[in-house]
């Protein structure tokens, strides 16, 4: 039995991939220990003694203690998965040198857009996924118009969501950090992208925080549109598609080169190309739920079919084993 200790980030994105890695590793007969890389130890190593190590982004790379612990242990088999840019602010933070120290070190790497896979020497292309099981929740009804869970941070998504504000009103609803979006609040404000009165109906879209697959997938689930506005990669899918879907959630995406190779058609995905567009199909939809209401159940059984962690983790072990 090959015995992996995954070592779980401190982001909350981050600990839901990774969480999600380790039940499938168990689901594949993998004697699996998880630890947070700020609280491993010397004694976690010693008794569990690892096969393999597999991480998240820099992850044991951002702790001086588990870098240190992890280079005594001398294990062969590093294994990190990327689902972050490997030279971007969010996958470093402040701390440039990583990049430079993990091409150096002989690990495996497996990143979700292949545009990035020349980044590293032994690198692999391997897309997001998403758990059935954590995800699974039943329609009870519709709670929210449209949705958007993620950092309302960048320019980009600032002037989507101010669109939207500006057209649909009171009809959206923001899930992130409150820190996070009273920031955008203010950067909205310096950039002037909405009227006073805009403003204000965009103050009241933050709803809450969310840390759960549970409460991301209701949220999803009881949401008429969800609303993805992709900010890192060239080609891939993030990791808000797969949830979507597989909380059978209705979804609208920014077009992306790979739906086509990872969902063959798009009869459950609908795209736009530009805010304009957006909003008609936002439109079209809203009046044609059950159209939506279709699509969406089409997309969570693919969604389970063929874009689960566990088949996912099944092509990692082709590289351990």
């Not at 009103?169 to 992208?193: G, M, P, T, W, Y």
């Not at 103050?203 to 609303?227: D, G, P, Q, R």
Request: charged share 30%; net charge neutral; with cysteine.
């Amino acid at each position: 039995m090959i015995r992996i200790l995954i070592l779980s980030p401190k982001s909350i994105a981050g600990k839901l991939i990774i969480e999600s890695f380790a039940a499938a590793f168990e689901s594949n007969k993998c004697l699996v220990k998880i630890k947070n890389v700020e609280e491993l130890s010397a004694e976690d190593l010693d008794f569990f003694k690892p096969d393999v190590v597999f991480g998240y982004d820099y992850s044991y790379l951002m702790d001086e203690n588990c870098t240190k612990l992890i280079e005594k242990l001398h294990c062969k088999n590093l294994f990190f998965y990327f689902a972050d840019e490997p030279q971007s602010k969010l996958a470093l933070g402040d701390k440039t040198g990583l990049y430079e120290k993990l091409k150096k070190i002989k690990a495996t790497i497996f990143i979700w857009d292949k545009d990035f896979i020349d980044e590293f020497e032994n690198c692999f292309y391997l897309p997001l996924a998403a758990s059935p099981f954590k995800y699974a929740t039943n329609f009870s009804g519709y709670e929210y118009a449209i949705t958007f869970v993620g950092r309302p941070l960048t320019i980009k998504r600032q002037k989507i969501l101010c669109e939207l504000v500006k057209f649909f009103k009171n009809k959206v609803s923001i899930f992130c950090f409150e820190k996070h979006f009273l920031r955008s609040i203010e950067e909205i404000k310096a950039q002037n992208l909405l009227e006073e009165a805009d403003l204000e109906t965009y103050s009241k879209c933050w709803k809450s925080f969310v840390t759960s697959e549970e409460e991301l997938a209701k949220i999803y689930n009881s949401s008429k549109i969800n609303l993805n506005i992709t900010e890192q990669g060239k080609s891939s899918l993030n990791y808000r598609v797969f949830e979507v879907l597989a909380s059978g959630g209705f979804l609208i995406t920014d077009e992306r080169e790979d739906l086509q190779e990872l969902f063959e058609d798009n009869k459950y995905i609908e795209t736009y190309k530009n805010t304009t567009d957006l909003i008609d199909k936002i439109g079209f939809y809203l009046q044609n739920l059950n159209i939506a209401q279709k699509m969406a159940q089409i997309g969570r059984f693919k969604c389970i079919e063929k874009h689960s962690f566990n088949a996912r983790v099944k092509i990692i072990l082709k590289q351990i084993i």
